[in-house]
């Protein structure tokens, strides 16, 4: 039973910044990705920035030199630093992670992708 749970999110001027933070709880056996996606009204879900376990992070071409994401494993913690913030980043903010699991009884590899209710955020002068 896993559970990711955001938080951050809130009203800020344009030009201004926040941070969010999500941490992901239950049985855990390895994170292999975290990421956050937005969803603004009437649009479709997209990604916003990535982190792999390694490798490179990946931005939306809209948040790069504005937006890092950045990852606390021991905690396993993923945030997204924001700034300069536009109207245009107006959305629902929901983190994503990719996690495998060992199952109690069986003993078998279960990999799943889980979600965040989403915070929101609103750039509004």
């Known amino acids: 039973q896993v559970r990711l749970a955001e938080s951050g999110g809130g009203l800020v001027q344009p030009g201004g910044s926040l941070s969010l933070s999500c941490v992901a709880s239950?049985?855990?056996?390895?994170?292999?990705?975290m990421a956050w996606y937005r969803q603004a009204p009437g649009k479709e879900r997209e990604l916003v920035a990535s982190e792999p376990s390694s490798g490179a992070t990946n931005y939306a071409s809209s948040v790069k030199g504005r937006f890092t994401i950045s990852r606390d494993n021991a905690k396993n913690m993923v945030n997204l630093q924001m700034n300069n913030l536009r109207p245009e980043d107006t959305a629902v903010y929901l983190c994503e992670a990719d996690i495998s699991t060992i199952e109690d009884i069986s003993q078998t590899w279960v990999q799943g992708r889980y979600w965040g209710q989403g915070t929101q955020v609103t750039v509004y002068a």
């Open positions: 239950g049985s855990i056996t390895r994170i292999n990705e």
